[in-house]
Nanobody, 116 residues
């Protein structure tokens, strides 16, 4: 069992930046993958960023060039740096870690609101 604590959400103006953190209860150094999802009201949860054990990353087209996923194994933490935020980025953001290809654990979510 892996427990995750997310933080870093909040209210930001359009064009601003936030960095989300997802702290795991144990080592993430050998994990298969780490993901960030988001879910806006009345919309399905969508995958926005992924990082795999080899260091490869993928991003949804809607955030490519603006968001960056990273990890700090020493701190057992996954990050999502979000720049040039837009109102359409408003959502609850969730991290999900995959210790293996078939077992994943969700964080509790953190709210991001982009508004002037």
């Amino acid at each position: 069992q892996v427990q995750l604590v997310e933080s870093g959400g909040g209210l930001v103006q359009p064009g601003g930046s936030l960095r989300l953190s997802c702290a795991a209860s144990g080592s993430i150094s050998s994990f298969y993958a780490m993901h960030w999802y988001r879910q806006a009201p009345r919309k399905q949860r969508e995958l926005v960023a992924a990082m795999f054990s080899g260091g490869n990353t993928n991003y949804s087209d809607s955030v490519k060039g603006r968001f960056t996923i990273s990890r700090d194994n020493a701190k057992n933490t996954v990050y999502l740096q979000m720049n040039n935020l837009k109102p359409e980025d408003t959502a609850t953001y969730y991290c999900k870690v995959w210790p293996t290809r078939t077992i994943g654990y969700w964080g509790q979510g953190t709210q991001v609101t982009v508004s002037s």
